[in-house]
């Protein structure tokens, strides 16, 4: 099968690097390397920690990773360090009782 380009199917970008690309979101695979454990291992780790929020399933796994699911596959993004903890309900306790 060929495409627009008149080049093969096998040339397209990746779905998955391009969602990575595009909004942050990351395959269980990459993920999986970037946190030095197994693909099977975050995979479940994303189920038992998986809440419904809205219309999303999402899993925050803390220190800022959080899987979505999307059908039946997980994506999971990286957020940066400096809002990771900002909206824990822990954490916004202990900063307005400071206050």
Do not use: Y
Request: hydrophobic share 45%; with cysteine; charged share 25%.
């Amino acid at each position: 099968m060929l495409n627009a380009e008149g080049r093969g199917l096998g040339s397209l970008p990746d779905k998955g690097a391009v969602l990575g690309e595009v909004r942050g979101l990351h395959t269980i695979e990459l993920a999986a390397l970037m946190l030095a454990t197994t693909p099977a291992a975050l995979r479940a780790r994303c189920r038992r920690n998986a809440r419904r929020e809205g219309r999303e399933v999402v899993a925050r796994l803390g220190a800022g990773v959080v899987g979505f699911k999307f059908g039946a596959n997980w994506r999971v993004r990286f957020l940066p360090a400096h809002s990771a903890h900002r909206d824990h309900p822990v954490r916004r306790i202990a900063i307005t009782q400071s206050a």
